[in-house]
C-alpha cells in the first residue's frame, strides 16, 4: 500500500507522536505502507516547518532531521505535469490530487477541503487510515 501524507498530517506526527498522524508515521517507519513524497510537496513541508509558530515547538534539528527521513525513506516521486482530473476547492491543494493519482497512492490528509472529496477520489483522514491500515495488517 501507497500513500501521499500531505504536509500537515507530517506536522501533526511530529507534534504529537501519539495522535493518529503520529501513528500511521510509526506504521510507516514499520514498514507497514510505502509513503511516496516529490519535490513539491519536500518544498511546502520544508517552508512549513519554518514558520514561527512551528519553530517554537519543532527544532531545526527536528525539521531537518523528519525531511532527511523522508528523502532517504520515501518513494520519491517527480511531480506529475498534468493537473488532477478532479480538482480541490483549495487550487493549491490540486498537486497533493495529482500526486496520489500518478503514483497510484491514497491521500492522508487532515485538511477539510481534501476529505470533503472522499467520495470521488481515495482520501482518508488519519484515523480512517489508521484504521484501514490495521484492518489491512491484521492477521487472518
Keep these: 500500500m501507497r500513500a501521499v501524507?500531505?504536509?500537515?498530517?507530517?506536522?501533526?506526527?511530529?507534534?504529537?507522536?501519539?495522535?493518529?498522524p503520529g501513528r500511521v508515521f510509526r506504521y510507516w517507519l514499520e514498514g507497514v505502507f510505502d509513503i511516496v513524497v516529490s519535490?513539491?510537496?519536500?518544498?511546502?513541508?520544508?517552508?512549513?516547518?519554518?514558520?514561527?509558530?512551528?519553530?517554537?515547538?519543532?527544532t531545526t534539528a527536528e525539521s531537518s532531521?523528519?525531511?532527511?527521513?523522508l528523502v532517504r525513506g520515501a518513494i520519491v516521486s517527480e511531480d506529475p505535469d498534468q493537473p488532477p482530473e478532479i480538482s480541490s476547492p483549495?487550487?493549491?491543494?490540486?498537486?497533493?490530487?495529482?500526486?496520489?493519482?500518478?503514483s497510484r497512492s491514497l491521500l492522508v490528509s487532515g485538511n477539510s477541503d481534501l476529505l470533503q472529496l472522499s467520495g470521488r477520489i481515495p482520501v482518508y483522514s488519519p484515523a480512517d487510515f489508521f484504521?484501514?491500515?490495521?484492518?489491512?495488517?491484521?492477521p487472518t
Design 131 to 138: 484504521a484501514l491500515v490495521e484492518e489491512v495488517d491484521a
Design 5 to 20: 501524507l500531505d504536509p500537515n498530517v507530517l506536522i501533526s506526527a511530529t507534534l504529537s507522536p501519539r495522535g493518529s
Design 90 to 102: 483549495d487550487p493549491g491543494d490540486n498537486y497533493l490530487i495529482a500526486l496520489a493519482s500518478f
Design 39 to 58: 519535490p513539491l510537496l519536500l518544498d511546502e513541508l520544508e517552508k512549513a516547518l519554518g514558520y514561527p509558530k512551528l519553530t517554537e515547538r519543532i
Design 65 to 69: 532531521e523528519l525531511l532527511e527521513l
